[in-house]
């Protein structure tokens, strides 16, 4: 998804995520190229949200729900609610309770900032990740 998609995107669905989600947070390539960095684009659209928040959007969000397999649960990343979404502006994926190495993912919201969303990729710690938190290092250092 382009920058220009993902704005679109993200103003379709902030009233949602306001009314049915509050508190959460946007993360990942979505979040970093909405804050403006040089990143070519985004796969999707990563929402975190708490468990209940996941579940009143899954009810809200039911018609735009794609069937997926679970995550292994001794994987490195376990949302106690995660679901993938087609909604007509483009894919979403929302984790509820999503924890990281066995600790929940405390990130403050709307769109955490730039040094933040370094702090996660970093938290995450799989090579695309320190691969894009190298980038926005350097986006940083530029200024």
Known sequence: MSPCELQN??????PDLDAFAAPWALIGSGALILLGAPLEGAAD????TGVEGAQRLRSAWAGWVEAGEAKAPDGP???????????????VEIMGGLRVRGRALDVRGPIPSAEEQLRILRLFGRPKDLEKAAL???WLAAG
């Open 45 to 48: 659209l990563d929402v975190v």
């Open 9 to 14: 995107l993200f103003e379709h669905l902030a």
């Open 77 to 91: 990343f376990r949302s106690e609610d995660f679901a993938r979404y087609a909604t007509p502006w483009g894919p």
């Open 136 to 138: 926005v290092e350097a």
